[in-house]
């Protein structure tokens, strides 16, 4: 089946600890995304790659890292920078700028 | 600048009746418009779009949206509401351009609650 997966589903950080968020997509789409989204806030995006090797800072970056080595995955790291990251994570992807595609999401908390 | 506003953060309705959820935008290029639903737990979904063409929308499970341009508004509507239906909405507007790019904004979404 095509889509995106997204894993954990939960993930449980300590203070200090940096943590990686996993991100695929077999869609075969160039563009890829990261959102974080807290209650009654909507979705803020944090990071987003238009072709491999080249991503771009979104709204929210500070605390945050990606790569983009390969077309399917999109890794998000949460370092030790951010100092509030619990929240829900969300990945996308688009074919072109009509449509993004969201993967089930992480949970991010912190212990 | 575009901004996307969604009144009403909850929206509460008995199974059958009418749902209306109301999304107003601005935009400074010609709006693309999406509706998102998001299930408790889960990533969204969508729902439908306006990009170019009929004003009319129709999406997945019975839901429909009009794009209104004189009053930058792009209101979801269902006729008839059911149990299943309850979720958290989102409205979201396409960002001007920045490097080839098109961003989303969304609003901060509408929690729609069915009961008996």
């Known amino acids: 089946d095509g889509g995106i997966t997204q894993s954990p589903k939960y993930l449980f950080r300590k203070e200090g600890q940096n943590v990686t968020l996993s991100c695929e997509q077999n869609?075969?789409?160039?563009?890829m995304y990261w959102y974080r989204q807290d209650p009654g806030q909507g979705l803020r995006l944090i990071y987003y790659?238009?072709?491999?090797?080249?991503?771009q800072k979104g709204d929210i970056a500070e605390g945050y890292s990606v790569s983009r080595e390969k077309k399917e995955s999109f890794p998000l790291t949460v370092t030790s920078a951010q100092k509030n990251p619990t929240a829900f994570y969300l990945c996308?992807?688009?074919?072109?700028?009509?449509?993004?595609?969201f993967g089930p999401g992480t949970r991010l908390l912190v212990l | 600048a575009q901004s996307v506003t969604q009144l009403g953060s909850h929206v509460s309705v008995s199974e059958g009746a009418l749902v209306l959820l109301r999304c107003n935008y601005s935009?400074?290029?010609?709006?693309?418009l999406f509706w998102y639903v998001q299930y408790p737990n889960q990533g969204l979904q969508l729902l439908l779009k306006?990009?170019?063409?009929?004003?009319l929308v129709k999406g997945i499970n019975g839901f429909e949206a009009e794009f209104k341009k004189s009053e930058t508004s792009f209101h979801l509507t269902k006729p008839s509401a059911h149990m299943s239906d309850a979720a958290e909405y989102f409205c979201?507007?396409?960002?001007?351009?920045?490097?080839?790019?098109?961003?989303?904004?969304f609003g901060a979404g509408t929690r729609l609650a069915v009961h008996p």
């Open positions: 996308a992807s688009s074919p072109g700028p009509k449509t993004q595609y």
């Open positions: 869609l075969n789409h160039d563009a």
């Open positions: 935009s400074s290029v010609p709006p693309y």
């Open positions: 306006y990009t170019t063409g009929a004003t």
């Open positions: 979201a507007v396409r960002g001007a351009p920045s490097g080839g790019y098109n961003k989303l904004i």
């Open positions: 790659s238009q072709i491999v090797n080249d991503f």
